[in-house]
């Protein structure tokens, strides 16, 4: 609503042409009320225990506006979350104050125990030394979470296509730390 109100233009309109266009993400588009997603897709799945299992692919994402109803791909979230730690989406006045945190009190980041919280991103420290810029986001039947060392060097993407639960997405984190501190170097500071 706030994007709306002082651009006097869609949220939509807005990510098209300040992120979507400008970094090259073919693959990533506002589907509107639409429910079909382009092939191949993974099948989204809402658990509620080992029994029972709905499939949630065909849902209408317009419920969840400018904070879930994308459709991407891995390699165009990569190229995003590459953007975010080579400092070439935004000015670099707006990275510092993006990054400039407070600690993390709630999100699946703060799970991770001294994350920190900026402007709509996580700083995730790492076991290895160093940290690196997070963010998750999840909707019925899937879950992504976005990571990249602070000089853009090394990026990982996660996606789910279940609800995740506390023991998979310690997994997840668990998963990013391995594959940051692998590459042989502190990937970021905070």
């Not at 979507?20 to 382009?38: D, E």
């Not at 419920?63 to 991407?72: F, K, P, Q, R, V």
């Not at 990054?99 to 790492?126: C, E, K, M």
């Amino acid at each position: 609503m706030i994007i709306e109100k002082v651009t006097h233009d869609s949220w939509e309109d807005q990510v098209t042409r300040r992120i979507i266009v400008p970094l090259g993400l073919h693959h990533t588009y506002a589907p509107g009320t639409g429910t079909r997603l382009p092939q191949p897709h993974a099948t989204g799945y809402l658990i509620f225990d080992k029994n029972t299992r709905i499939d949630t692919t065909a849902e209408n994402m317009s419920w969840a506006d400018s904070a879930g109803a994308l459709i991407s791909t891995a390699d165009d979230l990569t190229r995003f979350w590459s953007a975010i730690g080579h400092g070439t989406l935004l000015p670099q006045a707006q990275i510092r104050e993006m990054r400039r945190t407070v600690p993390a009190n709630g999100g699946d980041s703060a799970s991770v125990p001294g994350s920190r919280y900026g402007l709509g991103i996580f700083f995730v420290p790492l076991s290895c030394g160093g940290g690196y810029w997070s963010h998750e986001g999840d909707v019925p039947g899937y879950n992504t979470i976005g990571a990249v060392s602070s000089d853009g060097r090394t990026t990982v993407v996660l996606s789910i296509n279940s609800n995740i639960d506390d023991p998979v997405l310690a997994a997840e984190y668990g998963l990013i730390d391995h594959v940051m501190c692998s590459h042989g170097r502190h990937p970021g500071t905070s």
